[in-house]
């Protein structure tokens, strides 16, 4: 899914590589819509900031996701037969393909590893926001594993420790090496976009690196 605010309209979570698929769909609110006997499974319909947001009930392993979002917990899928994290949410293990995992609570914390500073937003609702920055995290859980280079990396906005979209004075703080935590903002009953904000308790960076400013 696209973290809000980036040229992918998606929730998952940042116009950058999406971490699940959550097409804009017309209608404001939060929508519950039954999605047949079979299925416990429910649609989820949603505005943030102006950007329509919509979880399809096809597709479980993200109305999952956000099911923990919801409640302010951040999980993910721990495969059975490996053991390995995945992210993003998805139907089979990217590692050894199997079918079978578990939603397992992981700790929200990590450093940037990558990062976009926007200053001319595509979504005219995310215009007055500018600058703001969609981050890529690398979590501290599994970092290194299965190879050395490799780590669970989570997009999200930069965002105040409420989950309000980050002002300037924060987003010039931010660099790569910075460390961060998770939070949550809140779009509708039933619907939390996890984000990050500056880990005030961590130590960090003498001086994160940053593209450099005009």
């Not at 989570?154 to 300037?168: K, Q, S």
């Not at 460390?179 to 949550?184: G, I, P, T, Y």
């Not at 779009?187 to 996890?194: E, I, K, Q």
Request: glycine share 8%.
């Amino acid at each position: 899914m696209g973290v809000p605010g980036g040229q992918t309209e998606s929730v998952s979570g940042a116009p950058h590589p999406p971490f699940g698929h959550l097409p804009p769909q017309a209608g404001e609110g939060i929508g519950i819509v039954p999605s047949g006997e079979e299925r416990q499974s429910m649609a989820i319909q949603a505005d943030y900031l102006g950007m329509p947001l919509d979880i399809n009930d096809l597709d479980v392993e993200n109305l999952a996701y956000f099911k923990h979002c919801a409640a302010h917990q951040f999980h993910l899928q721990r495969c059975d037969a490996c053991g390995l994290l995945r992210y993003p949410p998805t139907t089979a293990c990217p590692w050894c393909a199997s079918p079978d995992s578990s939603w397992v609570p992981v700790e929200g914390r990590g450093a940037v590893h990558s990062y976009t500073e926007v200053h001319h937003a595509i979504q005219p609702a995310f215009k007055k926001h500018t600058p703001y920055l969609v981050l890529v995290v690398d979590l501290d859980t599994q970092k290194g594993k299965p190879t050395e280079d490799e780590a669970l990396r989570v997009l999200g906005n930069l965002v105040t420790p409420d989950g309000v979209l980050a002002p300037p004075d924060m987003v010039r703080k931010v660099g790569i090496g910075t460390r961060v935590r998770m939070v949550f903002t809140d779009v509708a009953p039933g619907l939390a976009l996890p984000q990050w904000t500056i880990d005030e308790d961590a130590k960090q960076p003498a001086k994160p690196w940053r593209y450099p400013q005009e």
